[in-house]
Structures are given as C-alpha cells and as structure tokens.
C-alpha cells in the first residue's frame, strides 16, 4: 500500500480509500457477507480510509461497518463519516440539517451505531442553506476539543465556503466528485486545496462506472435515472470510455485501473475513494496503485475524455441544485 498525507501537516492515510456506500443503498442490493469480506480484504491490503455516512440505509452502513470492524480491526480503520442529509421512511431525501444541535446529535447515534469512541473524520454531506457553515464547523470543533472527532472534513463545498469554513478551524479534506469524466474541481476548487493545504478526496473516481463499463442493474440502482446513463447521453459517454479502454490496454491494464491512476496522478495530496462492493472489485482496483502514470499519459488521457465532450450532469437538476460546489463563483 501507498500512503499520503491527509494535507501537508496531517496523518498518513491509505492513498486509496473505501467507499462504503453501495454496500447500503443506491446501487442495488448488497450482500452483507460478501461486503464484510470486502472490508476485510480492503484492510488486509492496506487501506485504512473507509467512508461512510449516517444516511446510507439509514443507518445500516454504519452498522455494517461496526459489524466488519469488530476483533480489533477498528485500530486499523481511518472511519471518514458524512451526515446532515435527512431521509423520510421511504428513503426520499428530505433536505438537510446542520444546526449546531443536529451536529452534536448525529454525531452521538454515529459513535453508537460504530460502537466506537471516536470519528477521524466528520464532514457536512452538503451545505445546509438554512446554517452559515461557521455554526456548522464550529459545532464539530467543540466535538475535537472533547475527543469525539480527530479531523473536519466538507463535501461538495465551493470555494467561498470551503475559505470561511477554513477560517473557523482548519478543514483536513474536501470530498467532492472529481473523474475524467467530472473535470470541475479543476477550475477553481483545486487551486484553492492548495493553497489553503487541504486534501481531496475524490468519490465517482469511475464515473459511476461508466469508465469501468459497468451500467445500471435491478432495482434500487440511482443510475437507471442519472443524466449521463440515458438515451443518446449514453452512447456519447460510452464512446470516450472506449477511448480510455484503448490506452489502458496500450499500457495492460484495466479501463478502471487507468482512471484510479489518472486521479493518483493528478496532486499529492489526492487520496480517492473506490467503491467496490466484491473483494475481485478491490483487487482491480488496487492494481491501480502499480500503475505511474507519465505526464504524457495524463495528457491522453485528458485528451481522449475532453471535459466538454461528457454528455449529461454527473446529478439530476433537483440533485445539481442542492451542490454549493456547483454554484457560480459570487
């Protein structure tokens, strides 16, 4: 395993992480024992980064994770947790909440669900318009000054929030959608981790598969409505991920091992998120840590996915709304 720095002054982390989520929700059903194993085969590997958040099966994520971390595993796991999204009975997403008290309180049913005593990472899911961000990070820093939370975290957070919310206690690590396929970080955001010295941690790494050719299978899975998986926007999409399946077999390796590495490449202070759900998933996915990527690599990469040239918005208008990270610079 490869190791980075969670920002220049920060801990070392696993330079890839796991994220959690579609073994809960979102990509169709998962089976609880094949997911455990994941995990396990995940640390066994190297990776401490393991993400999840409150929200994903309501719940269940964190359980599961309480489930595969059990025998002194915890030790080894960097747990990174988002919340503030709220869910009604049916699973609809009903806003957010990041009041100071909702903080606090989310964060007390985290530890317990976990079944541990602390969180290394905790991070806002998305701004609440309703909450300046400086009530929501000064709560999480009153739960660093009591131990409960080792570092913040944003997510999907643009650059005037990410520098107030900096200024309020310093911010360890943006997580935001960044792929060959999802350029925009690339304008502004990037610039901006920097300088300020915070990581990224990137999720959507394969553009929900799309780069990996993987495509929407059975119930429950979000892509059977997502813009870049429909009708012609498809076809186009599909089309730069044959290019980038061409250059990866150049190099014998792998679509998706290709777009782990070209993310790698892209800073040092970048530390991806792979969200396989089977430990044969990991396996490719850790390939990718083999790969370097030479500047003129990066570049035919780059030039054989032209950000312009992706069809459809990584979310649905409803979902692009609610992304501060999305939001024309004031």
Sequence with gaps: MLFRNLGPQGPRISAIGLGCMGMSDFYGPADEATSIATIHAAQDAGITWLDTGDFYGMGHNEMLLREALRGGR???AFLAVKFGAQRDPSGAFIGFDTRPAAVKTALAYTLKRLGTDHIDL??????DPAVPIEETVGAIAELVAAGHVRHIGLSEMGPATIRRAHATHPIAALQIEYSLMSRGPEAAIMPLLEELGIA???YGVLSRGLLGGSLPGGRGDFRAHSPRFQGANLARNQALAAAVAALAEERGATPAQMAIAWVLAKGPHIIPLVGARRPERLAEALGA???????????????????EAVAGTRYDAHQMAMLDSERPAA
């Design 74 to 76: 915890r030790d080894r």
């Design 122 to 127: 905790y991070q806002p899911a998305r701004l």
């Design 200 to 202: 990224l941690n990137p």
């Design 289 to 307: 840590l083999e790969l370097r990527l030479t500047p003129a690599e990066v570049a035919a990469l780059e030039a054989a996915v032209p950000a």
